[in-house]
């Protein structure tokens, strides 16, 4: 079997590290806000080039607590895209707020920056791009849409860690950067968990009342808040693997381009990586006709594959409407995600590859 990730070889290759880190918590007895949490903000934030770090439960979470954080409230409107994980629309609607989609690129799977303007109205109040898969979103516009209009950024960095535009880490560019821990992420934790980084220090002093029940000072609350904190484990499990996260998203460059390469000739319609981008590759995310037919060839084979994402948000259950959105509805009918993380094997990624390949020549 060759699996889309493979969490047993990570593990196995640092686990000496990992169980040091573990049994240093364990040591110190204290399991939740202590000094490994108080370590990794300050050094993950200083990764993504921001001031301030703080951990919370998850990446959904993250987008939750931003949302609150900058005063969303009912009837407040938040563009987004329909192509994503579903926590990133139903963090919107969790502050009462009405997401509002705007179609995705159909080269990078992100939001398509030229779209945006037509959807702002009098009740916009933030914009919240998704550097989906690795790739990020074209920024630079979308600061400038923000500046112009008075709107809030929130990004939605969960696929994205280490992921740069224009040579600036992703989280970085706008009010607040969100981002998971979840196991299979680029940097995962062991079980769930999520950060949120902003340079506004008031921000981040309502981020960490908001993760810690609203909590100004010991037993003194300003309002109702979350039970929303990263815990000392997880964050030392994070510390260590911090420090492999950018030779692992080269590997992870390295596999991408080894499918590129045998794929290059075939029909397959492969993962972009735009000048101003340097994808992290959090999936390898191909186009095919006949994708069902692929996935349970590649099935037989041993193959592990999976779509992320089937159904686009905006046509499951609690968000159908009204909504145009051709490129993404099109898209979903696709694509496939292929086996890619650190630890797979040049010649697993060759296998893989020419399976798909001669299903496409």
Known sequence: MIPLVDLKREYLAIREEINGAFQEVLKDGMFILGEHL???????????????????????????????????QPGDEV?????????????????????????IDPET?????????????PKTRALLPVHLYGHPVDMKPLQEIAQERDLYIIEDACQAHGASYRNQKVGSFGDIGCF???????????????????????????????????????????FIGFNSRLDEIQASILSVKLRWLDSWNERR????????????????????EKEYARHAFHLFVIR???RDSLEEELRKKDIQTQIHYPVPVHLQKPYLGNHSLPATEKICRHILSL?????????????????VAHAYR
């Open 288 to 290: 095919v006709e006949n």
């Open 109 to 121: 799977y992100t939001l398509d920056v030229n779209q945006v303007k037509e959807k702002i109205t």
């Open 339 to 355: 086996p890619i993380h650190p630890f797979l094997k040049e010649e697993e990624v060759e296998f893989v590859a020419k399976r």
């Open 253 to 272: 460059r390295k596999l991408a381009g080894i499918y590129q390469e045998i794929l290059g000739d075939s029909h397959v319609i492969l993962p972009v």
């Open 38 to 72: 108080k370590k990794f903000e300050q050094e993950f934030s200083q990764y993504i080039g921001v001031r301030d770090g703080v951990g919370v439960n998850s990446g959904s979470d993250a987008l939750v607590l931003a949302l609150r954080s900058i005063g969303i």
């Open 79 to 103: 563009i987004t895209v329909s192509h994503t994980f579903i926590s990133t629309v139903d963090s919107i609607v969790r502050n009462g707020g009405r997401p509002i989609f705007v179609d």
């Open 180 to 222: 998971s821990f979840y196991p299979t992420k680029n940097l995962g934790c062991y079980g769930d968990g999520g950060m949120v980084v902003t340079d506004d220090t008031t921000l981040a002093t309502e981020l960490r009342k908001q993760r810690n029940y609203g909590k100004s000072s010991k037993y003194l609350h300003d």
